[in-house]
């Protein structure tokens, strides 16, 4: 890690955007120790056997055809920063076409080009898995990807003090159930990309879309969520003790780690996961996976943001 050699990267930024993403991407690997890849005998084959199982489980259980990405990878967190400069260059780039210029265009970017350094690290260094459907990719045919953090996997078993290989595996099922989803949905990428450029060209006018961000939300609510009741079926262990101290360790964590959280909108992943998986729950107690399966039958079938809530609503909707 060199701080130094961090700082210098933000103060050269520079060209024509609003963030210089070569610089931010230079800068936050600068500051973020990249973690080793000395993989052990046999490991890049166990990390193969648990995608490969989760995709046999997750398609007994969810009774549909899918298959996990192409560009499968076990990634240091250098490696992380690079594989997802682009998505947040494309996710930002839509939303700086429709932005006035700034008075002063140097200091912004300089400012937006730390900010992004910020960020890039602090997620470099906690994400542990990552199922990439690649949101707005410029190609639409661009294939899905899967990567693992190994550094981050085998520091958070470590901190938690559970089996590695255990907690690996159960990260490799829950982004394999994500894979799913989006594969039994070829719909979802094209739903959620349109409300994410709603909701920026609003933005970009001075105003916030309110019903893009239910939209989206609501959808988001229902991934995560869904992902969770595959997992409670698909996965072939006990593991309420891996939920509970993750949980517990996100809690525990500092005032600044906590403000990182918000900023990013952490916080409102984990309402997502628990919101969405009381949802499903109460649909499969009372009609079976089946039915709540009938979600990725179209747009239509997601669950409004008061059928979130009320899932008899849902029901009595999608059986008419």
């Not at 550094?151 to 907690?167: G, S, W, Y």
């Not at 959280?261 to 952490?266: H, I, M, S, T």
Request: glycine residues 6%; without cysteine; negative net charge.
């Amino acid at each position: 890690m060199n701080l130094y050699r961090s700082a210098r990267a933000v103060a050269g930024a520079s060209g024509d955007d609003m963030i210089d993403w070569r610089s931010a991407a230079s800068a936050a690997k600068a500051a973020t120790e990249p973690g080793t890849l000395d993989l052990e005998a046999g490991e890049r084959d166990a990390y193969a056997r648990d995608v490969r199982d989760a995709r046999e489980a997750v398609r007994t259980v969810a009774d549909v055809e899918f298959d996990v990405p192409d560009t499968i990878e076990i990634q240091n967190r250098h490696h992380w920063i690079d594989a997802n400069i682009a998505t947040f260059e494309r996710v930002m780039g839509t939303l700086e076409n429709q932005m006035p210029a700034s008075t002063f265009p140097g200091v912004a970017r300089t400012v937006n080009t730390g900010t992004m350094t910020v960020l890039l690290s602090f997620l470099g260094r906690n994400v542990l898995g990552q199922y990439d459907p690649l949101l707005l990719a410029e190609t639409p045919d661009d294939d899905h990807a899967l990567y693992f953090v190994r550094p981050n996997i085998l520091n958070a078993a470590d901190k938690l003090d559970v089996d590695a290989e255990r907690f690996r595996r159960w990260i490799a099922f829950h982004e394999v159930t994500h894979a799913a989803e989006f594969g039994a949905a070829p719909w979802l990428s094209a739903h959620l990309e349109a409300r994410m450029e709603n909701g920026i060209a609003a933005l970009s006018d001075g105003s916030f879309s309110r019903e893009s961000f239910r939209e989206l939300d609501a959808a988001m609510t229902v991934v995560e969520g869904y992902a969770e009741l595959l997992m409670d079926h698909a996965f072939d262990d006990e593991y309420a003790d891996l939920r509970r101290k993750l949980d517990a360790r996100r809690q525990g964590r500092g005032p600044l780690q906590q403000l990182f959280r918000r900023l990013l909108g952490l916080g409102l992943k984990e309402r997502q996961y628990e919101r969405g998986k009381h949802f499903f729950e109460t649909v499969v107690d009372a009609r079976g996976l089946e039915t709540a399966s009938l979600v990725w039958e179209g747009p239509e079938n997601l669950p409004t943001h008061d059928e979130l809530d009320e899932p008899g609503l849902w029901l009595r909707r999608i059986e008419r």
